[in-house]
């Protein structure tokens, strides 16, 4: 049984200075959020009170829409927007977020042509939308609630969720242990070793979602940011300028090693597994290894209470370890829409201050193994593997990075690309393609989306 204990994070003010050096020059207008702060207040009025207090008399409604990949994600939020109703009777949320097949992004901008924009939505591609006009501001008063948060062209438009998480490999302590593996890879060359006894031992190595277009990107950004962005977080605002290119030798690499991972080591349905399948593959015995993010942790323990794990940060050929974890644009946004009707603005304002409240954000940040973003501090369950997580974060040897569409202002790569580049990827490993001849379409494809962006 995996144990659990209660953590109190402390730490992560460190985290938020280590996440802000890391950032060097791209234009980061701070962090995405902030740690623990024990002397962090709220704003004037108690995030807590985004109950009675601060709801309309009269009664108000308000749609609201997020990414539902997630299930342990999407639970959490329904959760919230329960319990924010249950005590604000006057208010009513109509949640219109759906499971699909497409990208996030690409299900917003159906929404918006249908005119079913949300009022209140969860922002991943926050410049898009700002360019487009459909959200706003976030308003002054919340921005109270957390210690540091990015801009986009000197404005801030969102109330993050959480922070960015590393992402790494989760693997099965008894998978590990009938194979012979003693030690956890210190190099990625001891992980393909390790790869190999796993092979030998008859288990599946690695299973992959590769059915969800984003779940594509876990390990080729594991790749391009051990290879690329770790050294260069300013390549894609290069390749906007041509000034480099996808057939250059890092990005050539990074590709050639994400082919032969998949081609030797990766389960052969990966094409038809859906992301949330790989926790139940997982714990079946079917597949030794996950590359993931914490907030597989409790999709994992809920498909067996039992089932042991770890969680690593997966190294580089040199035994450097680079993760995802700079701060992002990205969180709740209020739509421009519904910023224009009052109450409905402000019924929105008071989920927000709920949702971050200290006993429901605790509760929010339990279920998806968060990192919290709020100036106060907050106490929550954490796990072992979550434990590893706020130790990567406030590690110093640890590089923090962003996947290739996370990036911002002149590092922001056209919209469409990266669906496009993830499903080029996986036509390079079924068609076993020439790593060098893909590259060339990556350029090609990109340059157009650039300039037809430009018209």
């Not at 962090?40 to 995030?47: D, F, H, L, M, V």
């Not at 009675?52 to 299930?71: L, N, R």
């Not at 924010?84 to 977020?97: L, V």
């Not at 097949?101 to 922002?123: I, R």
Request: hydrophobic share 40%.
């Amino acid at each position: 049984m995996v144990s659990t204990k209660t953590a109190k994070l402390v730490t992560l003010p460190l985290a938020l200075a280590l996440v802000l050096s890391a950032c060097g020059g791209n234009n980061d207008g701070g962090s995405n959020g902030a740690g623990a702060s024990a002397s962090g207040g709220e704003a004037s009025q108690p995030a807590g009170s985004g109950g009675a207090s601060s709801s309309p008399a009269k009664e108000v409604s308000f749609t609201i829409g997020y990414a539902t990949g997630d299930p342990a994600t999407k639970q959490a939020i329904a959760d919230s927007i329960k319990a924010f109703t249950e005590a604000n009777p006057t208010i009513k949320i109509k949640d219109i977020s759906e499971g699909t097949t497409s990208s996030y992004l690409d299900w917003l901008k159906t929404k918006d042509a249908v005119g079913e924009f949300p009022d209140l939505v969860e922002m991943r591609d926050t410049e898009v939308f700002a360019e487009a006009g459909k959200i706003v501001e976030l308003p002054s008063e919340l921005r109270d609630l957390f210690k540091t948060l990015p801009a986009v062209d000197g404005k801030i438009y969102n109330a993050p969720l959480t922070l960015n998480a590393p992402q790494g490999i989760i693997y099965s302590k008894k998978a590990y242990e009938e194979a012979g593996i003693t030690e956890l890879p210190k190099t990625y060359d001891e992980f393909l070793a390790a790869q190999e006894k796993l092979k030998a031992s008859g288990i599946t190595p690695i299973v992959v979602g590769g059915k969800d277009i984003f779940h594509m990107g876990f390990w080729l950004n594991k790749f391009l940011i051990d290879e690329v962005y770790a050294s260069d977080p300013d390549w894609n605002s290069k390749r906007t300028a041509k000034q480099v290119s996808f057939t250059d030798a890092n990005v050539v690499q990074a590709m050639t090693d994400y082919k032969e991972l998949f081609s030797k080591y990766v389960d052969k349905g990966w094409l038809s597994t859906a992301d949330n399948q790989t926790a139940s593959i997982l714990v079946a015995g079917k597949a030794a290894q996950l590359f993931s993010g914490p907030w597989m942790f409790t999709q994992i323990q809920q498909a067996d209470p039992s089932f042991e794990f770890g969680f690593y940060a997966l190294p580089d050929r040199e035994g450097k370890r680079s993760v995802i974890g700079l701060p992002s644009p990205a969180g709740w946004s209020l739509s421009s829409e519904a910023a224009k009707n009052a109450d409905k603005a402000a019924a929105i304002e008071s989920f927000i201050r709920f949702f971050f409240s200290k006993d429901q954000y605790a509760k929010y940040l339990t279920t998806v193994n968060g990192i919290p973003s709020t100036k106060e501090e907050i106490s929550y369950q954490t796990t072992e593997q979550m434990q590893t997580v706020l130790e990567l974060m406030n590690d110093e040897t640890v590089a923090k990075s962003l996947a290739i569409n996370n990036w911002w202002g002149e590092n922001q790569i056209p919209p469409q690309f990266r669906n496009w580049y993830y499903k080029l990827m996986q036509e390079l490993v079924v068609k076993d393609g020439d790593v060098a001849e893909y590259m060339k379409k990556a350029d090609e494809e990109y340059d157009t989306e650039v300039a037809a962006n430009q018209q």
